[in-house]
């Protein structure tokens, strides 16, 4: 007979079970993958995701899971900061749309990744050199006429 507490498996100990536990010791407080790993997005949620979507029931490891959710939680900080920033500079506190389209459309990096049309966010503010007429132009056009 093994001795006591060094059972195989992954079942509790005889001790956790029979209520061994000193009167005076706190139970050790449950910590969530999210904390473990010092991020804000869900990695057990990112984790459920994952194998929802996989193919042939594949096995997904649970580092992949904590890669995932930070990778995620990065794109999701850079974006905001960015469109906070246009926000800042249209002198509102609000982050509308029009704000996240001027944000990933101004940075070349988020530009390329998301080539999604953004509902409400309409275009970014550029006229063509040859349309703009300065004054060297109209000279040019008044004195060929």
Do not use: C, W
């Not at 910590?31 to 042939?56: D, E």
């Not at 469109?83 to 002198?91: E, P, T, V």
């Amino acid at each position: 007979m093994p001795p006591k507490g060094a059972s195989g498996g992954k079942s509790k100990s005889s001790e956790s079970q029979a209520g061994g536990a000193a009167p005076g010791a706190t139970k050790a407080q449950a910590q969530t993958r999210s904390a473990k790993a010092g991020l804000q997005f869900p990695v057990g949620r990112i984790h459920r995701y994952l194998k929802q979507r996989t193919q042939h029931n594949v096995r997904i490891g649970a580092k992949a899971a904590v890669y995932t959710s930070a990778i995620l939680e990065y794109l999701t900080a850079e974006v905001l900061e960015l469109a906070g920033n246009a926000s800042k500079d249209m002198r509102v506190k609000r982050i509308t749309p029009r704000h996240l389209q001027l944000a990933i459309r101004g940075d070349e990096e988020l530009d390329t990744l998301v080539r999604a049309t953004i509902a409400g966010g309409g275009v970014l503010p550029f006229i063509h050199k040859a349309l703009t007429f300065s004054g060297k132009a109209k000279n040019k056009v008044e004195g060929g006429a």
